[in-house]
């Protein structure tokens, strides 16, 4: 067999030094993503494929960084041997892997893996997480926590085919989803920040799990909303589509630069049903979507970087923080109204138990049966989206009646 190439080489020693300069901030830095945008902005010699490669390296190492860790240690250049094998096939990886692997078996499944690096799969999340969500450390969960996540967006016109024109026009493949009419799935390599689509607002990127929260709540045209913790916006834009012209979305959050995009995002998009609010009224809408802050444990797959950076303290934190969110902004629904709680978390203690400690706590709601579940099993007021299933980050949803 060749050895690598002198090119090959030279990537992985780059590899092994923007690893050096991660390592100390991989398991306490939950901006680490911004530090790596940094790093892959800041490097020298190398390119916007070479950045690429570089990136989903990076990533690699952070799913599997039980696996890869003791190796930086014992013997560098095998750490990047795996790292090569187990990064997802893209047109930047191909070479790469072909020269780092040579006579290595073709990825198959996470068992398979782990049995020919001698690894145990069940060391890949947290052991601690498996009290807070043990569907997570079983196939086909486990798998899909270790795989790419996928590219999806939402469709903010009635007419898309100049959408699919401009996608075409770039040799970028695409597929509808069956779950949602209005979510896309790019397939492969693609910016679609730097479309005209996504400029002119006629398409938003956002996960279809995401997506997945308001359908399975259910939204009708017309009547008034406050999206409570709004952010940048991407569910108060789905909402102000879903509404119509004939309803309204009020935007409120405590944070002006996310504001400062949701209002540029809004303008984009030609909707002018979205006012922002400093301060929501008592008793005043019809429907109330509390998306709350949380731990991210549902974009795991995403983000690997969080679930080496998240702790137990973190999330009784987090959940404390979130049923007095969810009891502050029950105040804006008028009798009758409906509120809905959300989070990108599985973790139970930032779900069903909030849930359960807000009907404790607030006698003057009542558990609404969700519109949609999506395939999921059981039924009522609550819905935990796992990834696997529809190839989606994970969500919680829950929905409550005001008497």
Request: aromatic content about 8%.
């Amino acid at each position: 067999m060749s050895p690598p190439s002198r090119i090959v080489e030279n990537q992985a020693q780059i590899f092994l030094r923007l690893l050096a300069a991660l390592r100390p901030h991989w398991r306490k830095d939950r901006a680490l993503p911004l530090a790596i945008q940094r790093l892959l902005a800041g490097g020298r010699g190398f390119g916007a494929r070479d950045r690429r490669l570089y990136r989903e390296l990076m990533y690699t190492t952070l799913r599997y960084l039980p696996w890869i860790e003791p190796w930086l240690d014992r013997e560098p250049a095998r750490a990047v041997t795996i790292v090569a094998w187990l990064a997802a096939e893209t047109r930047d990886t191909q070479t790469f892997r072909a020269e780092k692997c040579p006579g290595w078996p073709a990825p198959g499944s996470l068992a398979e893996r782990a049995v020919f690096l001698e690894e145990a799969e069940t060391g890949l999340l947290p052991a601690w997480f498996r009290d807070h969500c043990p569907a997570l450390f079983e196939s086909p969960e486990l798998e899909a926590q270790l795989a790419r996540s996928p590219l999806w967006l939402r469709l903010q016109t009635d007419a898309p085919d100049a959408v699919f024109a401009e996608f075409s026009s770039q040799g970028w493949s695409w597929a509808t989803s069956g779950l949602l009419p209005d979510a896309i799935r790019l397939v492969g390599e693609a910016d679609v920040t730097k479309t005209n689509a996504h400029r002119s607002g006629l398409v938003e990127v956002q996960d279809l799990g995401s997506q997945s929260v308001l359908a399975a709540a259910g939204v009708d045209a017309g009547g008034r909303w406050l999206d409570a913790c709004a952010g940048a916006g991407g569910k108060t834009l789905q909402l102000a589509r879903l509404v119509g012209p004939g309803g309204k979305v009020d935007a409120h959050d405590p944070r002006p630069a996310a504001l400062a995009e949701l209002k540029q995002r809004a303008h984009r998009a030609q909707l002018t049903n979205i006012a922002i609010v400093a301060r929501p009224a008592s008793e005043a809408y019809d429907h109330v979507l509390v998306d709350a802050p949380c731990s991210g444990s549902g974009t795991w797959r995403r983000a690997p970087h969080l679930k080496w950076s998240t702790s137990p303290t973190e999330i009784a934190a987090q959940a404390v923080r979130q049923l007095e969110i969810l009891r502050h902004h029950a105040r804006a629904v008028r009798p009758g109204g409906r509120l809905v709680y959300a989070t990108c978390s599985l973790s139970r203690r930032e779900n069903d138990d909030i849930a359960a400690h807000f009907l404790a706590a607030e006698p003057a709601f009542l558990p609404e049966p969700l519109r949609n579940r999506f395939g999921f099993p059981g039924s009522g007021p609550t819905l935990t989206i796992l990834p696997a299933r529809h190839d989606t980050d994970g969500f919680f949803v829950a929905a409550f009646r005001r008497g």
